[in-house]
């Protein structure tokens, strides 16, 4: 079965750099998209952006272009978000979800979540 | 501020009906099909309603969706206690070229 599994929680001083990985298994790595979605506490949901694992286009959104990097290893089958100049707002639930096409919000499939606490 | 605008809560007694709305506009709901998500406490969303009325197999037929124009909503008849959840709606917005989520609503079972 479909499985996405994510690195451990984080916690990082404001300013740095954050990299969470998520290793997806039960499929061909290069036929789905990667999408990274976060959560802050008590709040909503928030899309990240997407990554074709299959030759590496993103497509952030403008809230996080220029401090979210997308990428992917096919060697490994695993798909890495890196969120730089971190500030405390940025304190949340991070998940990968797999979606069929890149401009879609059907999500079927959710890695378990990495907690990334930013404090001093 | 999330750019789909959903309820912050809803409450029924078990075997009632509960109601949840999502609002959008023409750049997303209005030009999209709609998602529900159920997000148990504690855990990862799960694909609960695609293509505005959609169920995926599993989902008991309790829960379903309906969208009119730049809104949609998401239905759950015959309440039950494991319906506790947070339940968020989304879409793709062609202005913004992204997924746009709601804020979320939370459901309780009196």
């Known amino acids: 079965q479909v499985q996405l599994v994510q690195s451990g929680a984080e916690v990082k001083q404001p300013g740095a750099s954050v990299k969470v990985s998520c290793k997806p298994s039960?499929?061909?790595?290069?036929?789905?998209?990667m999408n990274w979605v976060r959560q802050a506490p008590g709040q909503g949901l928030e899309w990240m952006g997407v990554?074709?694992?299959?030759?590496?286009?993103?497509n952030y959104p403008q809230k996080f272009q220029g401090r979210v990097t997308m990428t992917s290893d096919t060697s490994t089958s695993t798909v890495y978000m890196e969120l730089s100049s971190l500030r405390s707002e940025d304190t949340a639930f991070y998940y990968c979800?797999?979606?069929?096409?890149?401009?879609?919000?059907?999500?079927?499939?959710w890695g378990q979540g990495t907690l990334v606490t930013v404090s001093s | 501020q999330s750019v789909l605008t959903q309820p912050p809560s809803a409450s029924a007694t078990p075997g009632q009906r509960v109601t949840i709305s999502c609002s959008g506009s023409?750049?997303?709901?209005?030009?999209?099909?709609v998602k529900w998500y159920q997000q148990l406490p504690g855990t990862a969303p799960k694909l609960l309603i695609y293509?505005?009325?959609q169920r995926p197999s599993g989902v008991p037929d309790r829960f379903s969706g309906s969208k009119s124009g730049t809104s949609a909503s998401l239905a759950i008849s015959g309440l039950q206690s494991e319906d506790e959840a947070d339940y968020h709606c989304?879409?793709?917005?062609?202005?913004?070229?992204?997924?746009?989520f709601g804020g979320g609503t939370k459901v309780t079972v009196l």
């Open positions: 039960g499929y061909t790595f290069t036929s789905y998209y």
């Open positions: 979800t797999r979606s069929y096409s890149s401009n879609t919000a059907i999500f079927e499939h």
């Open positions: 989304a879409t793709w917005d062609d202005s913004l070229n992204g997924a746009v």
């Open positions: 023409s750049s997303n709901i209005g030009r999209n099909t």
């Open positions: 293509t505005n009325d």
């Open positions: 990554i074709n694992p299959s030759g590496g286009s993103t």
